[in-house]
């Protein structure tokens, strides 16, 4: 089955790394690394191409047109639930202000639709305010790529450090073993600077005053996702599109703090990224449903025990229904449910193209979340008191900017981190079945970077002897740059299709839905044509009624 889906000549490729020997001497990838030989990343080669093939490819466009398919289908699903629960027309009718706006407002105004006096707050204190906010959500950006910076780092020491021991297995897997354990570190970053910045957030937009609820959820739940996105994206961005790219070429390195730049690791950027992805998304949906089924569980044993303390002081006698119900805890919503699934969506959909398992780690933890949180809210939370939405708000506009987002995502992935394009270039310039492949992709050392070490290298490039780029160079980059224009237009108006054609409301419930007015309006029209009969029939001739009773 495996040789029927990956093409033949990608074990061509595979089978030159593996056999080498010591035929491709490349070099180091640190000031004081030693040289390696290109056959020692053979266990890194298998697993690579069994993410990086053209079947990548095809199962993006899927990726992106599931995606699409799913946020028409949500909303048609929306559109039947709204009208279910008649919240249609919900927004038009949150008139009322929050009642911590109403306590908080400096000011009373007439209300110019009802004319009533209501608790005001100026458009422009608020505006001033929301700009402040900005500047703190800027300032807690910029603690995040910080911290990104401190993780590269991180990495470039670890490297280094197991490069320089004796162990050959740790020289040999030295990249794996920074990438993972920073992969690590940076989850802990990642959870640790979510906690404190969904605090912050919440500070901030209470601060701002906003005058209803659907207006204060928008704009907690903006902030709080913009610092996530960053948050939890920041570092897969920087190894897909950055990582390897400024790292110049022997004898003439690019260095950032005195440090070398980070250069993709032996088994290449694509196996790097797959690996950080699978420890931030997996490791964070682990971490979740442990908090989830521990964190209730722990609130619900110090409220009972206190509510105990209390009871034990009074007459003792069996608790009543209503009392247990009373010792669960409070509900704290929807938010973080909705944060989750809404991050989950964005893993499955931007960087598909090099972790193509997300789809399936995503399921199955779906698959055990649901019990989980039927049960914490069954069992372990108060009955929440109902309120009235006409739809998910603002999270709904969030899906599709990460929808489209995973569109020129996963062009760039393919076209620029991936090696999909430049073997396709070089089967149609030179060898159908990828025949020394290997030995074209790398580059030879420069002379003078060859006489000051003693012996000639190779290092993954497109350069010629001097350290120029070859004319494959940029031919390969017209044809990464055409990929991403066609990939993106093509993949584009097909989901512009798809938004067209099917329809947001069902047929059904619209022709329902139409139904209802008319019967409305008829039953108004009776009403009123009734009225004019009963009207007309008491002040007729022979009528006892006088037209002052009448009135």
């Given at each position: 089955?495996?040789?029927?889906?990956?093409?033949?000549?990608?074990?061509?490729?595979?089978?030159?790394?593996?056999?080498?020997?010591?035929?491709?001497?490349?070099?180091?990838?640190?000031?004081?690394?030693?040289?390696?030989?290109?056959?020692?990343?053979?266990?890194?080669?298998?697993?690579?191409?069994?993410?990086?093939?053209?079947?990548?490819?095809?199962?993006?466009?899927?990726?992106?047109?599931?995606?699409?398919?799913?946020?028409?289908?949500?909303?048609?699903?929306?559109?039947?639930?709204?009208?279910?629960?008649?919240?249609?027309?919900?927004?038009?009718?949150?008139?009322?202000?929050?009642?911590?706006?109403?306590?908080?407002?400096?000011?009373?105004?007439?209300n110019p639709v009802t004319g009533v006096k209501e608790p005001y707050f100026p458009k422009k204190d608020r505006l001033t305010r929301m700009l402040t906010g900005s500047m703190v959500i800027v300032i807690m950006l910029s603690v995040v790529m910080i911290f990104l910076v401190t993780v590269i780092v991180y990495r470039g020491i670890v490297s280094i450090m197991m490069y320089h021991t004796q162990s050959l297995m740790l020289h040999t897997q030295a990249g794996n073993i920074a990438n993972i354990s920073s992969s690590m570190v940076n989850l802990a970053l990642i959870l640790l600077m979510g906690q404190v910045y969904t605090a912050l957030a919440e500070q901030l937009t209470k601060?701002?005053?906003?005058?209803?609820?659907?207006?204060?959820?928008?704009?907690?739940?903006?902030?709080?996702?913009?610092?996530?996105?960053?948050?939890?994206?920041?570092?897969?961005?920087?190894?897909?599109?950055?990582?390897?790219?400024?790292?110049?070429?022997?004898?003439?390195?690019?260095?950032?703090?005195?440090?070398?730049?980070?250069?993709?690791?032996?088994?290449?950027?694509?196996?790097?990224?797959?690996?950080?992805?699978?420890?931030?998304?997996?490791?964070?949906?682990?971490?979740?449903?442990?908090?989830?089924?521990?964190?209730?569980?722990?609130?619900?044993?110090?409220?009972?025990?206190?509510?105990?303390?209390?009871?034990?002081?009074?007459?003792?006698?069996?608790?009543?229904?209503?009392?247990?119900?009373?010792?669960?805890?409070?509900?704290?919503?929807?938010?973080?449910?909705?944060?989750?699934?809404?991050?989950?969506?964005?893993?499955?959909?931007?960087?598909?193209?090099?972790?193509?398992?997300?789809?399936?780690?995503?399921?199955?933890?779906?698959?055990?979340?649901?019990?989980?949180?039927?049960?914490?809210?069954?069992?372990?939370?108060?009955?929440?008191?109902?309120?009235?939405?006409?739809?998910?708000?603002?999270?709904?506009?969030?899906?599709?900017?990460?929808?489209?987002?995973?569109?020129?995502?996963?062009?760039?992935?393919?076209?620029?981190?991936?090696?999909?394009?430049?073997?396709?270039?070089?089967?149609?310039?030179?060898?159908?079945?990828?025949?020394?492949?290997?030995?074209?992709?790398?580059?030879?050392?420069?002379?003078?970077?060859?006489?000051?070490?003693?012996?000639?290298?190779?290092?993954?490039?497109?350069?010629?002897?001097?350290?120029?780029?070859?004319?494959?160079?940029?031919?390969?980059?017209?044809?990464?740059?055409?990929?991403?224009?066609?990939?993106?237009?093509?993949?584009?108006?097909?989901?512009?299709?798809?938004?067209?054609?099917?329809?947001?409301?069902?047929?059904?419930?619209?022709?329902?839905?139409?139904?209802?007015?008319?019967?409305?309006?008829?039953?108004?029209?009776?009403?009123?044509?009734?009225?004019?009969?009963?009207?007309?029939?008491?002040?007729?001739?022979?009528?006892?009624?006088?037209?002052?009773?009448?009135?």
């Open positions: 089955m495996f040789l029927n889906f990956v093409p033949r000549c990608l074990f061509v490729c595979r089978e030159d790394i593996c056999s080498s020997g010591d035929h491709y001497l490349m070099c180091p990838l640190c000031e004081t690394c030693s040289n390696w030989n290109i056959s020692d990343i053979c266990p890194m080669a298998k697993m690579g191409y069994l993410f990086d093939h053209p079947g990548t490819v095809f199962f993006s466009v899927f990726m992106s047109f599931w995606a699409v398919t799913f946020l028409e289908y949500w909303k048609r699903k929306n559109a039947t639930l709204a009208h279910h629960w008649d919240c249609m027309d919900f927004h038009e009718e949150e008139e009322r202000p929050r009642p911590e706006f109403a306590a908080m407002a400096p000011a009373m105004e007439e601060w701002e005053m906003h005058r209803t609820q659907t207006q204060y959820e928008d704009a907690f739940t903006f902030k709080v996702f913009i610092f996530q996105f960053v948050n939890f994206y920041s570092s897969p961005f920087y190894v897909a599109f950055f990582k390897g790219r400024f790292v110049g070429y022997p004898g003439h390195y690019g260095t950032l703090f005195g440090m070398r730049n980070e250069d993709c690791g032996p088994g290449g950027c694509l196996i790097e990224l797959a690996e950080q992805l699978f420890i931030i998304m997996v490791g964070k949906q682990l971490i979740n449903n442990i908090q989830e089924f521990v964190i209730p569980k722990v609130k619900a044993w110090r409220q009972k025990r206190a509510l105990a303390a209390v009871r034990g002081t009074q007459i003792s006698q069996e608790p009543r229904r209503w009392e247990e119900d009373y010792e669960l805890i409070e509900c704290e919503g929807l938010f973080e449910e909705y944060l989750e699934i809404v991050l989950q969506f964005g893993f499955i959909t931007i960087f598909v193209a090099a972790f193509p398992l997300a789809p399936l780690f995503a399921l199955l933890n779906n698959w055990a979340e649901i019990r989980l949180d039927a049960h914490k809210f069954m069992c372990e939370y108060r009955r929440p008191v109902a309120e009235r939405a006409q739809n998910i708000g603002v999270w709904f506009n969030i899906l599709e900017a990460l929808s489209h987002l995973s569109v020129i995502a996963n062009a760039f992935l393919i076209a620029f981190t991936s090696d999909f394009l430049p073997r396709l270039l070089y089967q149609y310039k030179f060898h159908k079945d990828l025949t020394g492949y290997v030995n074209f992709t790398l580059a030879y050392s420069p002379p003078n970077y060859t006489q000051a070490n003693h012996t000639m290298c190779r290092y993954k490039a497109f350069r010629d002897s001097d350290g120029n780029y070859t004319l494959f160079y940029w031919e390969l980059l017209a044809v990464r740059l055409g990929f991403i224009i066609a990939f993106e237009h093509v993949v584009f108006f097909v989901l512009r299709a798809i938004d067209w054609i099917v329809p947001d409301v069902p047929e059904s419930l619209e022709l329902k839905v139409k139904r209802e007015r008319y019967l409305a309006k008829q039953a108004l029209a009776d009403n009123q044509e009734a009225l004019l009969v009963s009207r007309g029939s008491a002040s007729s001739p022979g009528s006892d009624a006088s037209p002052i009773e009448i009135s």
